[in-house]
């Protein structure tokens, strides 16, 4: 084994596309040791210690994980842990490629989208409060530091990715004084990338014009609350959040998750599509130097969608989680 990877089942289907994605990612011959453990908050409720420490230490030591979805509850209850692990372990970037499927009915053909999020502020600092009753503030926290440090992922994540354009998404007609933050802090980093198209859009005009004309844009470069919208509408041009992958990542650690949640509606049933999770995994063994087994992986995935006679239902498919997992491994076996 050349790689121990910190695995959180999650909740509601997370176990079952996770072990799924385990299962795929082991036959593909990247030498992982799977280390799993649970992201149940701690009995302690205070701040951060709901999280359960020891997936934190676990993500720490083993520097990389890959994370089934887990439920947030609306409107109550403690903090989300998903935001509660991305701060404890200062995962800054939310990366999430965008791309069609072959095999997957979409809106948009040949969308080739990188969205980068601010992962760690914004109006997810998750500082609100009732100042008076029927009156709540809620703060929207934008620093130069984590714009600068985002700004700098997205122009360094395309210069190596050979992307040529980054366009930077905000609402500084409005919010004058924190995404007018954001904008100069891209500005000041865009100055150090002159091959790279820099330009600014608004966010309503964004996502007309992503609907409209994807194929204008290439980077994207978001705040937190603007990333975490503009990425489900960009899933939805290539098929929805049961294909597309994400990774939040840190200066030492990563984490790799799918967009979609715990879908409580089918969990259980073993129906689940894990297509999103393992092409998060893909994501992780790109990050971990596993090049030879991503593109292996890659292209059983591909051949799977491309038959088109073992996909689950929510694609258009009749399969189980079980029976799509065994195509992409009997596709692996042949390469
Ligand atoms: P959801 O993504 O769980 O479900 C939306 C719809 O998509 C449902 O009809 C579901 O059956 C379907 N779906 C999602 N993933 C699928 C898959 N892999 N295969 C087949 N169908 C799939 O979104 P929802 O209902 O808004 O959220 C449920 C819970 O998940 C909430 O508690 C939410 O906080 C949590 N959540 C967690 C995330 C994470 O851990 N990163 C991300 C998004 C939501």
Not at 302 to 314: F, I
Request: glycine share 8%; with cysteine.
């Amino acid at each position: 084994m050349k790689h121990t990877v910190t695995l959180i089942p999650g909740d509601g289907i997370g176990p079952e596309v996770a072990h799924a994605v385990q299962r795929i990612l082991d036959a593909s011959g990247a030498g992982i040791n799977w280390e799993e453990v649970s992201a149940r908050p701690e009995a302690d409720r205070r701040g951060s210690a709901y999280l359960n420490l020891d997936v934190v230490d676990s993500v720490k030591r083993n520097r990389v994980a890959l994370k089934g979805p887990i439920a947030t509850p609306v409107a109550e209850g403690p903090p989300s842990l998903n935001v509660g692990l991305r701060k404890a372990l200062e995962l800054y970037a939310n990366l999430r490629p965008v791309k069609n499927l072959a095999g997957v009915k979409s809106v948009a053909q040949n969308v080739d989208l990188i969205i980068v999020r601010e992962n760690t502020e914004d109006l997810y600092a998750g500082l609100e409060h009732t100042i008076v009753p029927g009156v709540v503030e809620s703060l929207k926290i934008i620093t130069e530091k984590a714009s600068t440090r985002i700004a700098v992922y997205a122009f360094e994540y395309a210069r190596k990715h050979g992307r040529k354009k980054i366009a930077a998404v905000h609402k500084a007609n409005i919010m004058k004084q924190s995404d007018g933050l954001f904008l100069a802090s891209c500005r000041k980093v865009a100055a150090n990338f002159p091959e790279i198209e820099y330009r600014e859009v608004i966010v309503d005009n964004a996502c007309m014009q992503l609907v409209m004309n994807p194929h204008q844009f290439d980077v994207l470069l978001l705040t937190n609350l603007y990333g975490d919208i503009i990425s489900d509408l960009a899933a939805g041009l290539v098929g929805g959040l049961g294909v597309v992958p994400s990774g939040n990542i840190g200066a030492e650690v990563a984490i790799f998750e799918a967009v979609h949640g715990t879908a409580p509606d089918i969990a259980g049933k073993g129906i689940a599509n894990p297509t999103a999770l393992l092409m998060s995994g893909i994501m992780m063994l790109d990050y971990m130097g596993e090049l030879d087994a991503a593109r292996r992986v890659e292209q059983a995935l591909h051949a799977v969608y491309r038959e088109g006679k073992h996909l689950t239902r929510d694609v258009g498919g009749t399969v189980s989680t079980d029976e799509f997992s065994n195509a992409v491994i009997a596709e692996l076996s042949k390469s």
